[in-house]
């Protein structure tokens, strides 16, 4: 942010909520759609006040459908509207695939370039006790593998309007994955027109020791981590990566590059997923380079469990990311 900046202090909730206000009065076009969107309000109050302000035709409830819902947003954005549609839960948007990847991601292609589809779709992500295997998924590095499709993950207030009107204002669908982690998180976001551009990862914190890549609510626990490890006299920096596709590669090798040590930390699934792909990606370009393997932490590959002690056993922890963190630059 630019020091002349005038910001306010606001929660990663509130900052989504303005930011749909503010894209909204200045575009016509831009709408909301969704599960309770409305007259509720959302359902982590993200649109709250939205339909008392702009009425009923741009902000919509809808039939409890993901698949009719983001289908009937994919018509409207081919026809010139902007839509910005809320998935409840991540878990849902397996619901919606064939919109999504096979009509939504790849029309622009099909097309030869001549017909866009700027949708943008909102989901929460983030295992918590009591979600259970269908309200609790961290699914968000599955989409690396459908071109076509922007993934943004913010992390702080400000992030989150920027890369929310980037990806509002892009010409083709977006995924905005909420971390339940963050939405109460408290920082200063610029007003006016504030953008952040899509594809660029940010360094939280430098160092020089080792490189921490995560993204999400990840980045809270892997900060505490950093602070544990500076008592140990560990300088660890911080890479959060905000936007998966495209994934900022400029930004990751050069602080490995740096450190010469990798960590990926991802409350997703260690298989298949984000963990794997940077883990390769870091192998292929710097593995000469490296004074150890890349260290992979993420979810063990099963449901998410209702339990809060399972849920717990289940995701990356503190103590957990702290002494692999340890093992790495211990190595001989």
Known sequence: MAPNMVVKEMRLQEALRETLRYEMARDKRVFVMGEDVALFGGAYGVTRGLLREFGEERVRDTPISEAALVGLAAGAAINGMRPVVEIQFCDLLPLCMDQLVTLAARYHYMTGGRIS???????????????????????????????????????????????????????????????????????????????????????????????????????????EVAARLKEKGIDAEIIDLRSLAPLDKDTILKSVAKTKRAMIVDEGSIVGGLTAELAAMIQENLFSDLKGPVIRIGAYPIPPPHSGPLVEAMVPSVEGIEEAALRLVERK
């Open 117 to 223: 589809v700027p949708i943008v779709i909102r989901t929460k992500f983030g295992t918590r006790p009591g979600g259970g295997p269908s309200h609790s998924s961290c699914n968000h590095g599955a989409f690396l593998h459908f071109p076509g499709i922007k993934i943004i993950v913010p992390t702080t207030p400000a992030d989150a309007k920027g890369l929310l009107l980037s990806a509002i204002r892009d010409p083709n669908p977006v995924l905005c994955f909420e971390s339940h982690h963050l939405y109460g998180v408290k920082g200063p976001v610029p007003e006016g027109d504030y953008t952040v551009p899509i594809g660029l990862a940010t360094v939280r914190r430098e160092g020089k020791d080792l490189t921490i890549i995560t993204c999400g609510g990840m980045v809270l626990k892997v900060d």
